[in-house]
């Protein structure tokens, strides 16, 4: 069983940088895929980016490629997401998953363990 805690989030105005961060315990970190998901109100989840054991990473690149970087530290079981030039429509609350795997991928479905989620707020 894995446990994920995620911390970072808050209310910050349009154009602004906020970090989240992703802290895994219980098993192996190190072998698993790691993906950051968001869900705004009365929308369905969706992907933003995954990271590979090694470092490997995929976005989305509609919605946040070029403003946000997903990258891991496995010596302190972590997963960041770098959010910079944030608009009002990354507002959402923002969950990490971990899946059994070592391959990325942008499906919620193929990720085994989640989050409870932090919220992001973006203001004008």
């Known amino acids: 069983q894995v446990q994920l805690v995620e911390s970072g989030g808050g209310l910050v105005q349009a154009g602004g940088d906020l970090r989240l961060s992703c802290t895994a315990s219980?098993?192996?970190?190190?072998?698993?895929?790691m993906g950051w998901f968001r869900q705004a109100p009365g929308k369905e989840r969706e992907f933003v980016a995954a990271i590979s054991w090694s470092g490997g990473s995929i976005y989305n690149v509609d919605s946040v490629k070029g403003r946000f970087t997903i990258s891991r530290d496995n010596g302190k079981n972590t997963v960041y997401l770098q959010m910079n030039s944030l608009k009002l429509e990354d507002t959402a609350v923002y969950s990490c998953?971990?899946?059994?795997?070592?391959?990325?991928?942008?499906?919620?479905?193929?990720?085994?363990?989640w989050g409870q989620g932090t919220q992001v707020t973006v203001s004008s």
């Open positions: 998953a971990a899946r059994r795997l070592p391959v990325v991928t942008q499906f919620s479905t193929h990720y085994d363990y």
């Open positions: 219980g098993r192996t970190f190190g072998n698993y895929a």
